[in-house]
């Protein structure tokens, strides 16, 4: 290999690292020769090392290495709280006697703020400025973080409110394919505080979502430690037959590939059905990867890719080079080369079929014809408010607003409902929040805004709204109703996550649906519909079925050509540029923050409280509690929800002694800059089932009182006490959004390990990188423990790991035996063992500092 190659293209010159001469390059899968370039381009000093370490991998092994993102993406609800870290940080360093300015990030980051959007306001032509304004106002304390954050560190982009979704702009507008920086060019490359990160894999882009943890490391020049993983080969063949969507695809395929397991693993997409989808279907797909398990789902870049990039309103100069770049470093797709993947499975898109899914996982996937059925035990009545009503109908999330077809269908389907007379029930909650402006501009220019605002899909945000849990309140007369009757009632959403207690505390069925399905759901009134035998409506005395007002294909195809790059052009120029109420924000510059002690969003974290220039030794758990048992598949919405901080919590309780009102609790999305309401809320979702408590909720139970309270409550009494405390849980423990917080969270409340019986990737190494250990039980099951709470666990030989998975034993005592059972410490690299060994990655990088 070349090291010093030099790419000519139209007469400049640039210097590339060429590894195409690496005899297996084109055995390997597309994303291990963009992760191969990476590695060797940013650690040139051991070419042959990494040569060596990527042919471990066609060996069938899985050696360690490094990845340098050379982008960090972040949204407002995981870049709060990161960038408080960092701010942290260089309080700490300055304490230590450093230079707070040291603390900086080496490469490009950009933070887009929209996930702080409510849906107030909707179902009226005003709801979208009315819930900007309000959002502004709402979160005016953590945007003079940002602020002050833009201009205090280099390197720091913000994207204000109202702009669009992190995933969107950055598929539409930051992303670049290939990169030129210092004469070189190279791969974009990126890590995302959000799982969602991994929609830029659609365009050819290798990303993924880490942890804020993860990504402050990443940020501050550290690579990101991995195993080389599985790499999956998903060969597509045929197509999606008509009327069939990109949702529809999705859920499919969210199915089948958590039935298959592909947890911690690269997903590869090839074969002609790959080429046949669009780059915003493919963008789609690649969406969902959290939902698979999969690491990320990548689709290699072709001419469509290209084709998008100019669509989107690239730079030509830079499309042209990223062509001649690509092609030279065998980087576009060949459906002749012969790819080494881990394991080859196919897809057949012609078996997909319209569905949803629900009512509490994505991968819940039900056909149409059998939603109904699966209600059969609730008492429902589609003309009246009841069971299985549909009392939220959103239009939201990255997933399916990247994409110009489902929306388009959306808009003709409310077209064909409108002049069909059809009308939406007045109780659903009918919201649409796009992940781009881009969207109404081309609906406007086709003429279908107007009939999707008459069935009140208004425009209320572009963000991410009721995927996340901002979905608001519901009519007071209707939540009160649902209140006296008890009544199970749903929502439908073109999100990509329906887990409990999520998209609102009154809905119980909630289920993911393409864009023309949440119309078709709302004028239904309710999931308890068969559209086959059963009419939305009358029109001149004769029943109107969904097939009557369903689009053609050929009409969305041809509507979706009218999208134009003089959109994206128009829409971008002024991305930096914020409302009248943004630009008022003011705040004071300077090297470190200016922390105000009454404020209840942003304060200063006690991570760094103590920290010495040198890490302690590591002790052995001995004689600690059980603060939670946890069954299967607890997700960080789960463990840090991100909803609406309920009246009777622990974390309202704290508002309420700092006055702040019933009304004015807001969310744990927006105080997750503060870690006093966080710490709280670590575990208070209100359909957790802790089976140390008999409630549901954020309860436990402390031992040997035996008295139930708040877990935070409880915690905080076994620190008083300085006895530790450990969580149990079953499989996928840690499944869901990239969220620090549950890692933050798990550690103030003094938890010294987590033992499961497996972690998902991004949870497991947020544990890590805040000092918690996690272990995993070997050939047992937490079910079958029979644990109550009262037991005392330790384990002995912490201060002794030595190396990666090292094997320990769990004691479990409790008054009638003495159990001890085998655990796998699931610390998976070497880097992440130092992390740990310094009580967090975030100390671990201090300390490297102030030894420069």
Not at 401 to 413: D, E, R
Not at 575 to 600: L, N, Y
Not at 605 to 622: H, K, R, T, W, Y
Not at 758 to 779: A, K, Q, T, W, Y
């Amino acid at each position: 290999m070349d090291q010093g190659s030099t790419l000519t293209y139209q007469g400049k010159s640039y210097h590339i690292v060429d590894s195409t001469s690496i005899p297996y390059w084109r055995q390997l899968p597309y994303c291990l020769r963009i992760l191969l370039e990476n590695v060797l381009r940013n650690d040139p000093h051991n070419h042959q090392k990494w040569v060596e370490t990527f042919q471990q991998w066609l060996e069938g092994q899985h050696p360690e290495t490094a990845f340098y993102p050379a982008r960090v993406l972040m949204q407002d609800l995981t870049g709060v709280p990161a960038l408080v870290d960092l701010t942290a940080m260089r309080d700490a360093m300055k304490d230590l006697g450093g230079d707070p300015a040291a603390i900086n990030p080496r490469c490009q980051v950009d933070l887009v703020i929209d996930h702080s959007v409510t849906v107030d306001f909707a179902k009226d032509a005003a709801s979208f400025e009315k819930n900007v304004a309000l959002e502004v106002q709402k979160n005016t304390e953590r945007y003079e973080l940002l602020k002050w954050a833009q201009g205090a560190f280099e390197n720091v982009r913000i994207v204000p409110p109202g702009k669009g979704i992190c995933h969107q702009v950055n598929l539409e507008y930051l992303a670049s394919l290939v990169m030129e920086k210092d004469g070189y060019l190279f791969p974009d490359t990126l890590v995302g505080l959000d799982s969602h990160t991994t929609m830029i894999n659609g365009l050819g882009i290798l990303g993924w979502g880490v942890g804020g943890i993860e990504a402050e490391a990443a940020m501050l020049g550290q690579p990101v430690s991995l195993k080389l993983p599985k790499v999956i080969g998903v060969y597509l063949s045929g197509r999606l037959k008509p009327g069939v969507t990109a949702t529809d695809l999705v859920l499919h395929m969210t199915q089948y590939l958590r039935t298959h397991g592909v947890v911690g693993q690269f997903v590869e997409f090839v074969g002609p059905g790959a080429s046949a989808l669009s780059l915003a279907e493919r963008a789609t797909v690649a969406n969902m990867a959290p939902e698979f398990g999969a690491t990320c789902a990548f689709f290699p870049a072709d001419d469509a890719t290209l084709d998008y990039l100019a669509l989107t309103g690239r730079d030509q100069a830079l499309i042209a080079r990223s062509r001649a770049y690509s092609e030279k470093m065998s980087l576009m797709w060949d459906k002749d080369e012969v790819i080494e993947y881990s394991e080859l499975i196919e897809f057949h898109l012609h078996d997909v079929e319209p569905c949803i899914a629900g009512p509490k996982r994505p991968e819940q996937r039900l056909p149409l014809v059998d939603v109904k059925p699966s209600l059969a035990t609730l008492a429902y009545d589609k003309n009246r408010l009841s069971d299985a009503s549909v009392v939220i109908a959103a239009i939201t999330s990255c997933t399916n607003t990247s994409n110009p077809s489902v929306l388009i269908a959306a808009g003709l389907l409310a077209q064909n409902a409108v002049a069909k007379g059809l009308a939406v029930p007045e109780w659903v909650k009918t919201s649409f929040a796009p992940g781009s402006r881009v969207v109404i501009d081309y609906l406007k220019q086709l003429g279908l805004m107007e009939d999707l605002e008459a069935l009140g899909f208004y425009l209320v945000g572009f963000g991410c709204t009721t995927c996340i849990g901002n979905s608001g309140p519901l009519d007071p007369k209707v939540a009160e109703y649902i209140e006296k009757h008890d009544l199970k009632v749903g929502a439908v959403l073109s999100g990509n996550r329906n887990f409990e207690g999520r998209v609102h505390p009154q809905t119980q069925y909630n289920y993911l649906a393409s864009p023309p399905l949440v119309v078709a759901y709302a004028l239904a009134g309710t999931v308890a519909i068969d559209f086959d035998q059963e009419p939305l409506g009358e029109y001149e005395g004769r029943p109107v079925y969904l097939k009557d007002i369903w689009p053609d294909d050929a009409a969305i195809q041809s509507a979706v050509k009218t999208v134009t790059s003089q959109m994206f052009a128009k829409e971008y120029q002024g991305i930096f540029e914020g409302t009248v109420d943004w630009e008022r924000i003011q705040t004071k510059a300077g090297t470190q923050f200016h922390w105000q002690d009454v404020s209840t969003y942003i304060r200063q974290p006690n991570f760094f409280q103590g920290i010495s220039a040198q890490p302690g030794q590591l002790e052995d758990i001995v004689d600690a509690r059980v603060l939670a048992v946890f069954g299967d598949s607890v997700t960080t919405d789960h463990i840090s929800p991100a909803g609406m901080i309920a009246p009777e919590s622990a974390a309202a309780e704290y508002l309420y002694q700092k006055g702040v009102a019933k009304d004015g609790l807001h969310s744990y999305g927006a105080r997750r800059g503060n870690a006093d309401v966080m710490v709280r809320g670590t575990f208070a979702n209100i359909r957790i089932k802790n089976l140390v408590s008999d409630r549901e909720g954020g309860f436990s139970r402390h031992y040997p009182s035996g008295e139930v309270g708040y877990i935070y409550d409880v915690a905080m009494n076994y620190i008083a006490d300085s006895c530790p405390t450990v969580v149990f849980a079953g499989k996928f423990y840690g499944t869901g959004s990239s969220r620090d917080w549950a890692a933050k969270g798990t550690k103030l409340l003094g938890v010294k390990a987590v033992i499961a019986e497996s972690f998902e990737r991004i949870h497991r190494s947020n544990l890590i990188g805040m000092g918690v250990l996690p272990c995993v039980l070997i050939d047992h099951q937490v079910a079958k423990l029979g644990l109550k709470g009262d037991e005392l666990v330790s384990i002995a030989g912490i201060g002794d790991i030595e190396k990666p998975k090292q094997e320990l034993v769990l004691k479990i005592v409790s008054d009638h035996e003495e159990r001890l059972l085998p655990i796998r410490v699931e610390i998976d690299t070497a880097n992440e063992l130092q992390y740990f060994k310094h009580g967090g990655i975030l100390s671990y990088m201090l300390r490297s500092f102030i030894g420069k």
